[in-house]
């Protein structure tokens, strides 16, 4: 079972910068799709981004895009999530999920990372 591990979450002031990223443990299936979803504080998870494996389809929430940017690295076998101009709002465990097709429904993802914090500072 490919196993997903993030990292690069941490402590930031708003209007900074952050990137995560999510390691696969063995190469990705073609028809594989990586997600990255957050939850707040109190609130339930949300889709943030989705890419396609073998394609360069990219999804993003409203309340990230342009500010978001999510891209694969099939070298590495990773997914990364820049995150540019942060707001407190953005403070939440961000979790990388696996699936077959890019949704933004949790429902349709069926391998989650254990999740990165990240907090902005106002």
């Known amino acids: 079972q490919v196993q997903l591990v993030e990292s690069g979450g941490g402590l930031v002031q708003a209007g900074g910068s952050l990137k995560l990223s999510c390691a696969a443990s063995?190469?990705?299936?073609?028809?594989?799709?990586f997600a990255w979803f957050r939850q707040p504080p109190g609130k339930e998870r949300e889709f943030v981004a989705a890419?396609?494996?073998?394609?360069?389809?990219?999804f993003y929430s409203d309340s990230v895009k342009g500010r978001f940017a999510i891209s694969k690295d099939k070298a590495k076998n990773t997914v990364s999530l820049e995150m540019n101009s942060l707001a407190p709002e953005d403070t939440a465990v961000y979790s990388c999920?696996?699936?077959?097709?890019?949704?933004?429904?949790?429902?349709?993802?069926?391998?989650w990372g254990q999740g990165t914090q990240v907090t902005v500072s106002s």
């Open positions: 063995e190469r990705p299936y073609s028809s594989h799709v």
């Open positions: 890419i396609r494996w073998s394609r360069d389809s990219k």
């Open positions: 999920a696996g699936g077959t097709r890019p949704s933004y429904s949790t429902t349709n993802y069926f391998r």
